[in-house]
């Protein structure tokens, strides 16, 4: 079992919530950076027709297109995780909107459970992910003291990688736009000498 320490360092990562279906979860390499924790910033564009890549040693948090109910004008953002090792001790993530373009439906975000320390929305007075165009992130973290994140019944038998959905995001679509929507990240904690992937 792993005991690393949680490195308290920025990442930031800018990715489009895109309309339309879901990509296909196969296995071709993509272009997407990864980040060491010896750099201190990197961003990737998430396209929905891209397709998840392996890589090893890692921490990956990246989304779908956001599920829109048309009738109502809401949709749900579904931020996922993945990783080769299921015994970390844990993640901070920022995930950074415009509330200009969509308002936070708070009671029906819904985060994964197992060592959940914090999820709460704040204003982005201090512009933390580089971008004026977001005003508020919500700040989500995970901590497990004998380092066994997410745990071993994360593991998907298939691909043998711990994955879950880190949460899941209602909005209001406030602005009525049928345009992409930029969401952005930012890693406030990740386990030390992993890479952290950013997007797909």
């Not at 029906?108 to 512009?127: A, H, Y």
């Not at 019944?153 to 930029?182: C, K, M, P, Q, W």
Request: with cysteine.
């Amino acid at each position: 079992m792993k005991t690393s320490t949680l490195l308290l360092i920025l990442f930031s990562i800018n990715l489009v919530a895109c309309l339309g279906d879901e990509a296909p979860d196969t296995a071709e390499p993509t272009q997407t950076p990864i980040i060491t924790n010896e750099q201190k910033v990197g961003s990737a564009i998430e396209d929905c027709e891209k397709p998840l890549a392996n890589y090893s040693n890692f921490q990956q948090v990246y989304n779908d297109c956001i599920s829109w109910d048309e009738s109502a004008n809401k949709g749900t953002l579904n931020v996922k995780y993945r990783s080769d090792d299921a015994t970390l001790p844990g993640l901070g993530v920022g995930i950074h909107y415009n509330s200009i373009e969509l308002s936070l439906i708070v009671e029906s975000t819904d985060p994964f459970i197992r060592d959940n320390i914090e999820v709460v929305e704040l204003p982005d007075t201090d512009d933390l992910d580089n971008d004026a165009t977001t005003d508020k992130y919500i700040n989500a973290s995970w901590a497990s003291v004998p380092g066994n994140w997410p745990g071993d019944v994360t593991i998907n038998s298939l691909t043998g990688l711990a994955e879950i959905i880190l949460i899941n995001i209602d909005f209001n679509r406030e602005d009525n736009s049928t345009e992409n929507y930029v969401i952005n990240y930012t890693f406030s904690s990740s386990a030390t000498g992993v890479n952290l992937i950013l997007g797909r």
